[in-house]
């Protein structure tokens, strides 16, 4: 991957290029004798429009390469290119955009209880000033009906259920039509039918927007939507 | 801006009660700080209210004299030699001292302070004093202060039914006749006015001959600061002369020298801020804490410190006005009980009102600034 010279401090990279790109990649906690290694040369790429599942043991390292991508963490060895941003050299504002035009998913809901549902995925428009109020509300509306919430625009977290309130939380991920989306264990909290229905909605909208999906998972109900599987154990990638 | 503060106000009005609580912890600081900055106030004006009403534009005093309230005499004579100088107009004396009043229903006996005034023309403001002057002549007639305290009894009652009220001052029968208002002090609980003769009347072992002020009235036109140096000349050293605003400064620096208002009222407004510091702090911090979970994710999904900043110090901002506004009621109305209680007049001003509101401010700003040193601290990478 060798970055196109540009005037921007961000490297854009051609537009038919994997949405992620990942070359050797290291990464360790701690300093000195408290130095523990998590990621060992990990490379692998994600197109456009793919689902791939990461899988693994707990401390396989699959948490950690999200926080990666997902510009959470800041990336010390090897090369990383998320949606056409070279995370490896990116500065503090340069994640904080890059994180804009991913949708998360996280493990726990994180919604917040003092907002309704509609508010919390209006929430997500704060970060795109240039959408008007009432198309911010038309496709609040809009993302919750598609997610089957249509009824219950107006509850508070407290009075959803936990596999609406993941429902939501996936609303608010997809919303802003991000370019990526980030899972991270979304059924884990959810009985079968709950996370296999949050599961296809993933893979529905995934498939209508075009939009990537990179979904780290123990859940082997699941594996069946995903285009391709990558294995991890010990920080590196098995198959 | 506008969208941080809706959601300050969305996060703090979920919890109706918790948001009462933190509003009463502000509402109770606003109020400590205003009652104790108003009674400090309130105690240095009452005070000081009779050198304020003076009218002459320059003031004889005593090099020994530290307060007017306990002054020292000096010679009367040398009031004499200032008409020499062509700018002055008049120059009267004023006396000043503690008698024992009896209150005729209790026949308890109760110090109070006496002023001998001239009747005519008084370089003192004093509304309704010199419209008594016909009766003040006459002998051992006096006027009562309106705001001396109850311990004297139904005094202001009984003048304004019967018309007058015979009791007695320094064991001599004197006649009340009138009553004015002008203020009692942290020194003195009662007042009584009447002419330099009668008072005189009061004290027989006192000389006519010493004196506790004079009173300088000059020609229209007239500088008092040059006729201060001037007729400085005519006194020695004998006597000092004042302007009007320097008795002022001079009797305030007595009070917060010799009476701690300064202080204890100084030390009870400190308190009620650092109260409203703690309260506000703790509900802060308390949120925050609770929502460090939804703060990281948030800022996983791209906001950033600074956004979460707003919110927090727009959730500052919200509780000063929810406990400002009933806090300035409620001091309000504690003026007016302070007021019968301590029977001294406690009002507010613009002045204290906007101070306690920056001060209000600064406490809330404050504790949010330190509260959301943990919500900075929320790692987004820690959600997963």
């Not at chain 1, 936990?162 to 939380?169: D, E, F, S, W």
């Not at chain 1, 264990?185 to 909208?205: K, Y």
């Not at chain 2, 804490?289 to 900043?309: E, R």
Request: with cysteine.
């Amino acid at each position: 991957m060798i970055p196109v010279a540009k005037q921007q401090s961000i490297p854009f990279v051609g537009g038919t290029s994997p949405v992620i790109s990942a070359r050797e990649i290291n990464f360790a906690f701690g300093e000195g004798e408290l130095r523990k290694q998590i990621l060992f040369d990990v490379s692998f790429d994600v197109a456009a429009g793919e689902i791939v599942l990461l899988t693994g043991p707990s401390g396989s390292g699959k948490t950690t390469l999200l926080t990666l991508i997902g510009a959470l963490r800041h990336v010390r060895e090897g090369q990383l290119t998320v949606l056409s941003r070279a995370l490896h050299r990116a500065s503090p504002a340069d994640l904080i955009a890059t994180r804009r035009d991913i949708g998360f998913i996280f493990q726990q809901h994180n919604l917040l209880e003092f907002l309704t549902a509609r508010q919390n995925v209006e929430l997500v428009f704060e970060l795109h000033p240039e959408i008007s109020k009432s198309e911010v509300r038309r496709k609040s509306l809009q993302i919750l009906e598609d997610v089957g919430l249509g009824q219950r625009v107006d509850y508070h977290p407290g009075r959803l259920s936990g596999g609406q309130k993941q429902r939501v939380a996936v609303a608010r991920a997809l919303a802003a039509s991000p370019r990526l989306i980030l899972a991270d264990e979304p059924t884990a909290a959810l009985d079968s039918q709950s996370g296999r229905d949050v599961v296809n909605l993933l893979q529905q909208l995934a498939r209508t927007g075009g939009c990537p999906v990179l979904m780290v998972t123990h859940d082997s109900r699941v594996l069946d939507i995903a285009d391709r599987i990558i294995h991890m154990e010990d920080g590196r990638i098995v198959s | 801006m506008r969208s941080s503060f809706a959601l300050a106000w969305r996060q703090l009005t979920h919890h109706r009660m918790k948001l009462a609580v933190a509003s009463a912890g502000v509402v109770v600081a606003v109020m400590l700080m205003l009652v104790q900055l108003g009674i400090r106030q309130g105690a240095m004006d009452n005070s000081v209210a009779l050198t304020r009403r003076v009218t002459a534009d320059l003031v004889v005093v005593s090099p020994r004299t530290k307060t007017i309230f306990q002054a020292a005499s000096f010679p009367r004579r040398l009031l004499f030699r200032l008409p020499a100088h062509p700018q002055v107009a008049r120059v009267q004396e004023m006396y000043q001292a503690q008698a024992r009043w009896r209150n005729p229903w209790t026949f308890q006996e109760h110090p109070i302070s006496v002023y001998g005034i001239h009747s005519e023309r008084p370089l003192l403001k004093l509304p309704g004093y010199s419209e008594l002057a016909a009766d003040l002549r006459l002998r051992d007639h006096v006027i009562f202060d309106g705001r001396s305290r109850t311990t004297y009894g139904p005094v202001v009652e009984t003048v304004r039914s019967k018309g007058m009220l015979e009791t007695e001052v320094n064991r001599r029968l004197i006649r009340v006749v009138g009553v004015i208002d002008v203020g009692i002090s942290i020194t003195a609980d009662g007042n009584l006015y009447m002419t330099p003769e009668n008072f005189l009347r009061l004290f027989p072992g006192r000389s006519p001959g010493a004196v506790d002020l004079g009173l300088i009235e000059l020609k229209p036109g007239a500088d008092p600061l040059v006729l201060k140096q001037e007729l400085q000349h005519y006194l020695g050293s004998e006597a000092i002369i004042l302007t009007q605003s320097a008795l002022v400064t001079a009797e305030e620096n007595f009070l917060r020298e010799n009476a701690p208002i300064d202080f204890i009222f100084g030390m009870g407004a400190a308190v009620g801020f650092f109260i409203g510091f703690v309260v506000v702090y703790q509900i802060l911090y308390t949120e925050v804490t609770n929502h460090l979970p939804q703060f990281a994710t948030m800022k996983a999904m791209g906001f950033t410190d600074g956004f979460l900043l707003q919110v927090v110090l727009s959730q500052a901002f919200i509780l000063s006005v929810l406990g400002y506004v009933p806090g300035f009621f409620l001091a309000l109305w504690l003026y007016e009980v302070a007021t019968k209680a301590i029977q001294m007049q406690f009002s507010m001003t613009w002045g204290r009102a906007l101070m306690v509101w920056s001060l209000t401010l600064v406490m809330c700003g404050l504790s949010a600034a330190i509260a959301v040193r943990k919500a900075q601290s929320a790692d987004p990478a820690d959600v997963f």
